[in-house]
């Protein structure tokens, strides 16, 4: 069983801001590979990004390309998504998953473990 909480939410405008957290405890956060996705009200629920067990890969959405950056510390077993240039449509819950394939994946089904989420919104 793996426990992730995210923080780093919060209300910025247009063009500001935010860097999200996602503490992990339980089983061995290295062998993971982390994603985040975000749920908008009345949307499903879609990836953002994701980084492989070791940091050696990333992905991310075309939607966030360029302005998210997704990174791990595993010493701290803890990952972060940095969130630039934000846009209104960027509002949403934030969800932080554990992959337990290790690898980078853009599908929910692939992931195990869930935080509670964290919002985000941004106002224009």
């Known amino acids: 069983q793996v426990q992730l909480v995210e923080s780093g939410g919060g209300l910025v405008q247009t063009g500001g801001s935010l860097r999200l957290s996602c503490a992990a405890s339980?089983?061995?956060?290295?062998?993971?590979?982390m994603g985040w996705f975000r749920q908008a009200p009345g949307k499903e629920r879609e990836f953002v990004a994701a980084?492989?067990?070791?940091?050696?890969?990333?992905y991310y959405a075309d939607s966030v390309k360029g302005r998210f950056t997704i990174s791990r510390d595993n010493a701290k077993n803890t990952v972060y998504l940095q969130m630039n240039s934000l846009k209104p449509e960027d509002t949403a819950v934030y969800y932080c998953?554990?992959?337990?394939?290790?690898?980078?994946?853009?599908?929910?089904?692939?992931?195990?473990?869930w935080g509670q989420g964290t919002q985000v919104t941004v106002s224009s």
């Open positions: 998953a554990v992959n337990p394939l290790g690898r980078v994946g853009v599908v929910v089904k692939e992931y195990a473990y």
């Open positions: 339980g089983r061995p956060f290295s062998t993971y590979g």
């Open positions: 980084i492989s067990w070791n940091g050696g890969s990333t």
